[in-house]
Structure formats: C-alpha cells, structure tokens
C-alpha cells in the first residue's frame, strides 16, 4: 500500500458528500421576517421562544429543510416547517417559499380576546376614574334617566287617555 491509496478514499468521501444548506435559528427566523433584526431574532432564542423539534434552541442552532419550528412571539406560538433555507433575507411574498406555516387559528383568535379583555379591564378600586371612564359613567346614568322621564311622560299620557 502506498500514500496514494490512503489518501484517495478520503478523497472521495468529500467529493460524494451531499452538500445540505444550513443556516443559524436566529438568522433563517431573521431572514423569513420573523423579528424585525436579527439582534431581536437571537435575544428572543436566549430566552428559550425558539423551539427545534421540540428542543429549545440556542441562537446558534442549526436549521435544516423539513424541521419543524415553534417561535413564541406576542403570545403567539407559531409554527411552521422548513422548506428550503433562503440564501439572505427575502421579501414578504417570497416567504412562503422557504416556510409552510401551520400555526392554528385557536391561537390568533385567543390573541384577539387577550386584546379585548386588556382594553376594558381595570380593577375596582384602583385610584380615581379617568376622563374616559367618567364620561363613560355620566353617558351610563344619563341615558337610564332619559329612559325614566320617557316611560314616566308615557305613562301619564296613557293614564289621561283611560280616564278621558
């Protein structure tokens, strides 16, 4: 055996290797328009919102095609599959090429009722009303005392007609 026949099966090896695209978790959640930077995209995989596979997933994580991704963002959890690794960041209608998403509708529709339960929401007894909670309050007692001068005037205009 000489130092050819060593070293040429090695050859080989990397030439037949498949080269399969990767990229980073923070970078793919960046360039599919997940996060706004990619500074938030590896702040938000630091704090465990990023999960591979079911495995939470440091910014440096690798992603691969046909992984399934969760990202927690705005008390969403969405989730989609990857299909192809984009080469940079894409344009919005180009994301899709890259991703299947498959995040429920229950989530987005919990949102909206988390949204509307915050705008009305304030706890008895907290302080003194705001300007909008008194006007509310005043339009409240003014529209049920119309309502009473209304059936009463009704009322006794009825009474007059029964007994003419």
Same mark, same amino acid.
């Given at each position: 055996m000489n130092?050819?026949?060593?070293?040429? &099966?090695?050859?080989?090896?990397e030439v037949n290797?498949?080269?399969q695209p990767v990229m980073r978790i923070d970078k793919?959640?960046?360039?599919?328009?997940?996060?706004?930077?990619?500074?938030?995209?590896?702040?938000a995989c630091k704090k465990g919102y990023a999960k591979i596979? !079911?495995?939470?997933?440091? &910014? !440096?994580?690798?992603?691969?095609?046909?992984d399934e991704v969760v990202v927690r963002k705005n008390q969403i959890d969405y989730k989609f599959t990857v299909l192809d690794? &984009? &080469?940079?960041?894409?344009?919005?209608?180009?994301v899709d090429i890259y991703r299947k998403d498959t995040t429920p509708k229950e989530a987005f529709e919990h949102n909206e009722l988390l949204q509307y339960s915050k705008d009305y929401?304030?706890?008895?007894?907290?302080?003194?009303?705001t300007k909008?909670?008194?006007r509310d309050i005043d339009e409240y007692l003014d529209g049920d005392t119309n309502t009473d001068e209304t059936s009463t005037i009704e009322s006794d205009s009825k009474s007059k007609e029964v007994e003419d």
């Amino acid at each position: 055996m000489n130092a050819q026949d060593t070293i040429f &099966p090695y050859f080989c090896l990397e030439v037949n290797k498949e080269i399969q695209p990767v990229m980073r978790i923070d970078k793919f959640l960046w360039s599919t328009r997940y996060f706004k930077t990619r500074n938030i995209a590896s702040t938000a995989c630091k704090k465990g919102y990023a999960k591979i596979n !079911g495995i939470t997933a440091k &910014p !440096g994580k690798e992603v691969f095609p046909m992984d399934e991704v969760v990202v927690r963002k705005n008390q969403i959890d969405y989730k989609f599959t990857v299909l192809d690794i &984009p &080469p940079s960041r894409v344009g919005a209608k180009l994301v899709d090429i890259y991703r299947k998403d498959t995040t429920p509708k229950e989530a987005f529709e919990h949102n909206e009722l988390l949204q509307y339960s915050k705008d009305y929401y304030r706890k008895k007894g907290i302080g003194r009303p705001t300007k909008k909670d008194r006007r509310d309050i005043d339009e409240y007692l003014d529209g049920d005392t119309n309502t009473d001068e209304t059936s009463t005037i009704e009322s006794d205009s009825k009474s007059k007609e029964v007994e003419d």
